[in-house]
């Protein structure tokens, strides 16, 4: 079992930047692999990266590729999303996930860490 406590968020102006934070604990984060997923209001939720088991491959969205940068550092059992040149449409709630196992990048995630609030305003 992981607990996952996401933190960073706020608001920021258009093309700014932002750093979540997602700590772990109950587990080894570096056994799983990770995700960031945000959900707008009306919208379905999405994910907006991946990082595979090893950390040796990623995955964005065409809609966040080039700006969003997840990570992880497993001896802080700490992951992280670097966002940057943020847009109006990445206003959001922004969730940080692991699982042990399964289908990658996409699949249903295990863990959740609380929903983390990202506004960017013009």
């Known amino acids: 079992q992981v607990q996952l406590v996401g933190s960073g968020g706020g608001l920021v102006q258009v093309g700014g930047s932002l750093r979540l934070t997602c700590t772990a604990s109950g587990d080894q984060i570096g056994l799983h692999a990770v995700a960031w997923f945000r959900q707008a209001p009306g919208k379905d939720r999405q994910i907006v990266a991946a990082?595979?088991?090893?950390?040796?491959?990623?995955y964005y969205p065409d809609s966040t590729k080039g700006r969003f940068t997840i990570s992880r550092v497993n001896a802080k059992n700490t992951m992280y999303l670097q966002m940057n040149d943020l847009k109006i449409e990445d206003t959001a709630v922004y969730y940080c996930?692991?699982?042990?196992?399964?289908?990658?990048?996409?699949?249903?995630?295990?863990?959740w860490g609380q929903g983390i609030q990202v506004t960017v305003s013009s």
């Open positions: 990082l595979n088991w090893s950390g040796g491959r990623t």
């Open positions: 996930s692991a699982k042990p196992g399964g289908d990658w990048p996409l699949g249903p995630y295990d863990y």
